[in-house]
């Protein structure tokens, strides 16, 4: 097979990529809703704590950014090295360069996890600054891409700028920002309790400590159930722990632990009520956030992150005003919308672990739920263009052939590519009575850049990779009294396969889960 040589200069390559993160941003900037104050979330549709907005809070956003990058700055500087400088801080011509051209754009080659979780959990405290300052979820969203910037030029000034790191830290900062904070604006909405403090506090700290009188006396008037969790935000908190049974690549078995947690809101005021009509569906109004591990032998053999975020959307419902034997009223409801997503996903493998970093950057969102006395049901689907960090499994096993060949920077150093990509994910749900069961699914498929990297014109095969992977689960449940405890038995379908010119490598792998779950 002939593999193409693509020449291209590094300035063209970097002036394209900064017109693709300019659109980008101010595409995702115009559909959120450039909210400024937290009064902007707080209309009739919405379930957030119509609570006191913090004075001044374009005063205390910007202080509080620039603390935490004094703090980045403090941290980062106190633990360089002369030699780790890619340009240097003192020439005025190299600054005015950086600040005013496109030389120094490229793709870097950092350690996968620097940029696959350092990055996205910064973008996340810069979200989580605005937002607990005062900001709804468009001016938090322009905070994180200002303060992520900044940092590029003025934090980093003794290193180029990554293309990856402009992209990942306000997108990822935004998706698992506005999950964590609704997460937290449901528990400090609920009574008073150190549960519901301490909840609060992990995972919307900001606005806890800004006005924090869960912690003290009760922020929201009643209902409440008998955990003490307001009534009028829909949930489903979960933890879960079992024993799992592991074939990869029709080895030998593994025999894992399996544990996690999950969290899903809808914080609309409408969403399966009693009534009938539409509504907007806001930012950040349907969220998940989740994570789970596999471990063997007191070791991470696995580790799965999710977040979700709606961006903006319809709300269709007709549900009857009488509330059947479940308790909940019968009807249906549909969204429709666009959304983002986050997926960290990490495996040891017999040949590499296996890692991957996929960021949903917008795409539509469907989700169709129903119930009528015992029987309910609910179906999404959503898809996304992507953007990812991969490790290649085909460059793991291809690798010796390319010894004396200079080939992409980060595959050649850390064995990962950073690609664009399609993003699916469906489920369905049914349940009956105490009975349920559930499908999903997930495939990503990525192809690779080729461009801007950080040694473009020294690139002798400047090959493409393309990898896919789809993650398939079947499982039922049974909730006994619809009590709290829930029992499951899980199939897990997991294929990969990752392909470069020459090489194309497969892994397949099964596991069956038995676990014990507390279901809120």
């Given at each position: 097979?002939?593999?193409?040589?693509?020449?291209?200069?590094?300035?063209?390559?970097?002036?394209?990529?900064?017109?693709?993160?300019?659109?980008?941003?101010?595409?995702?900037?115009?559909?959120?809703?450039?909210?400024?104050?937290?009064?902007?979330?707080?209309?009739?549709?919405?379930?957030?704590?119509?609570?006191?907005?913090?004075?001044?809070?374009?005063?205390?956003?910007?202080?509080?950014?620039?603390?935490?990058?004094?703090?980045?700055?403090?941290?980062?500087?106190?633990?360089?090295?002369?030699?780790?400088?890619?340009?240097?801080?003192?020439?005025?011509?190299?600054?005015?360069?950086?600040?005013?051209?496109?030389?120094?754009?490229?793709?870097?080659?950092?350690?996968?996890?620097?940029?696959?979780?350092?990055?996205?959990?910064?973008?996340?405290?810069?979200?989580?600054?605005?937002?607990?300052?005062?900001?709804?979820?468009?001016?938090?969203?322009?905070?994180?891409?200002?303060?992520?910037?900044?940092?590029?030029?003025?934090?980093?000034?003794?290193q180029k700028i990554s293309i990856n790191d402009l992209i990942v830290t306000p997108a990822a900062g935004w998706v698992l920002g506005e999950a964590s904070y609704r997460l937290g604006s449901f528990f400090a909405d609920g009574e008073p309790s150190f549960a519901n403090c301490f909840g609060a506090v992990v995972f919307s700290p900001v606005a806890t400590l800004t006005e924090s009188p869960v912690c003290k006396s009760r922020r929201r008037d009643p209902p409440f159930d008998r955990l003490g969790f307001s009534r009028r935000t829909w949930h489903q908190l979960s933890i879960w722990l079992g024993p799992a049974h592991t074939v990869v690549d029709g080895g030998a078995p593994r025999d894992e632990t399996s544990f996690g947690l999950g969290a899903r809101i809808a914080a609309n005021a409408y969403y399966?009520?009693?009534?009938?009509?539409?509504?907007?569906?806001?930012?950040?109004?349907?969220?998940?956030?989740?994570?789970?591990?596999?471990?063997?032998?007191?070791?991470?053999?696995?580790?799965?992150?999710?977040?979700?975020?709606?961006?903006?959307?319809?709300?269709?419902?007709?549900?009857?005003?009488?509330?059947?034997?479940?308790?909940?009223?019968?009807?249906?409801?549909?969204?429709?919308?666009?959304?983002?997503?986050?997926?960290?996903?990490?495996?040891?493998?017999?040949?590499?672990?296996?890692?991957?970093?996929?960021?949903?950057?917008?795409?539509?969102?469907?989700?169709?739920?129903?119930?009528?006395?015992?029987?309910?049901?609910?179906?999404?689907?959503?898809?996304?263009?992507?953007?990812?960090?991969?490790?290649?499994?085909?460059?793991?096993?291809?690798?010796?052939?390319?010894?004396?060949?200079?080939?992409?920077?980060?595959?050649?150093?850390?064995?990962?590519?950073?690609?664009?990509?399609?993003?699916?994910?469906?489920?369905?749900?049914?349940?009956?009575?105490?009975?349920?069961?559930?499908?999903?699914?997930?495939?990503?498929?990525?192809?690779?850049?080729?461009?801007?990297?950080?040694?473009?014109?020294?690139?002798?095969?400047?090959?493409?990779?393309?990898?896919?992977?789809?993650?398939?689960?079947?499982?039922?449940?049974?909730?006994?009294?619809?009590?709290?405890?829930?029992?499951?038995?899980?199939?897990?379908?997991?294929?990969?396969?990752?392909?470069?010119?020459?090489?194309?490598?497969?892994?397949?792998?099964?596991?069956?889960?038995?676990?014990?779950?507390?279901?809120?």
């Amino acid at each position: 097979m002939r593999i193409p040589f693509i020449p291209s200069s590094r300035r063209r390559a970097a002036r394209g990529w900064r017109s693709r993160a300019l659109v980008l941003w101010l595409g995702l900037a115009t559909v959120l809703p450039a909210a400024t104050s937290r009064a902007a979330v707080n209309e009739e549709n919405d379930t957030e704590s119509p609570s006191k907005n913090p004075p001044r809070p374009y005063l205390r956003v910007f202080l509080g950014e620039l603390t935490f990058l004094a703090l980045q700055g403090a941290w980062y500087w106190g633990h360089q090295e002369p030699s780790e400088s890619e340009i240097a801080v003192g020439s005025g011509s190299t600054w005015g360069a950086k600040l005013f051209s496109d030389r120094y754009f490229t793709f870097d080659q950092d350690k996968f996890n620097t940029n696959a979780v350092g990055h996205p959990v910064a973008g996340l405290l810069y979200y989580q600054i605005a937002r607990g300052s005062g900001l709804g979820a468009g001016g938090s969203f322009l905070a994180a891409v200002a303060a992520s910037t900044a940092w590029k030029y003025f934090g980093e000034m003794n290193q180029k700028i990554s293309i990856n790191d402009l992209i990942v830290t306000p997108a990822a900062g935004w998706v698992l920002g506005e999950a964590s904070y609704r997460l937290g604006s449901f528990f400090a909405d609920g009574e008073p309790s150190f549960a519901n403090c301490f909840g609060a506090v992990v995972f919307s700290p900001v606005a806890t400590l800004t006005e924090s009188p869960v912690c003290k006396s009760r922020r929201r008037d009643p209902p409440f159930d008998r955990l003490g969790f307001s009534r009028r935000t829909w949930h489903q908190l979960s933890i879960w722990l079992g024993p799992a049974h592991t074939v990869v690549d029709g080895g030998a078995p593994r025999d894992e632990t399996s544990f996690g947690l999950g969290a899903r809101i809808a914080a609309n005021a409408y969403y399966q009520r009693p009534g009938r009509g539409a509504s907007t569906a806001k930012p950040g109004q349907w969220t998940s956030l989740g994570a789970g591990w596999l471990m063997n032998n007191g070791t991470i053999d696995g580790v799965a992150v999710h977040a979700d975020s709606l961006i903006v959307g319809r709300y269709l419902r007709d549900y009857g005003d009488v509330v059947g034997p479940s308790g909940e009223p019968d009807g249906r409801g549909l969204l429709v919308g666009l959304g983002s997503s986050f997926d960290y996903d990490g495996r040891s493998l017999p040949t590499v672990y296996d890692r991957t970093l996929a960021l949903g950057l917008g795409g539509p969102v469907v989700e169709l739920e129903a119930r009528r006395g015992r029987f309910a049901g609910r179906a999404t689907f959503a898809a996304s263009y992507g953007f990812a960090q991969v490790t290649s499994l085909a460059w793991a096993q291809a690798a010796p052939q390319f010894a004396d060949v200079q080939v992409k920077s980060e595959l050649q150093l850390q064995g990962y590519y950073f690609a664009q990509g399609l993003l699916i994910f469906a489920s369905l749900e049914a349940e009956l009575g105490d009975l349920r069961l559930r499908f999903d699914g997930r495939g990503q498929s990525f192809w690779s850049f080729n461009s801007a990297d950080d040694h473009q014109s020294q690139i002798q095969n400047n090959f493409s990779l393309h990898d896919n992977q789809a993650f398939l689960t079947a499982s039922g449940a049974v909730q006994p009294l619809r009590g709290p405890v829930r029992l499951t038995i899980q199939l897990d379908d997991i294929l990969r396969s990752s392909r470069l010119p020459g090489t194309l490598v497969r892994s397949s792998e099964q596991r069956i889960i038995g676990s014990a779950a507390l279901v809120f």
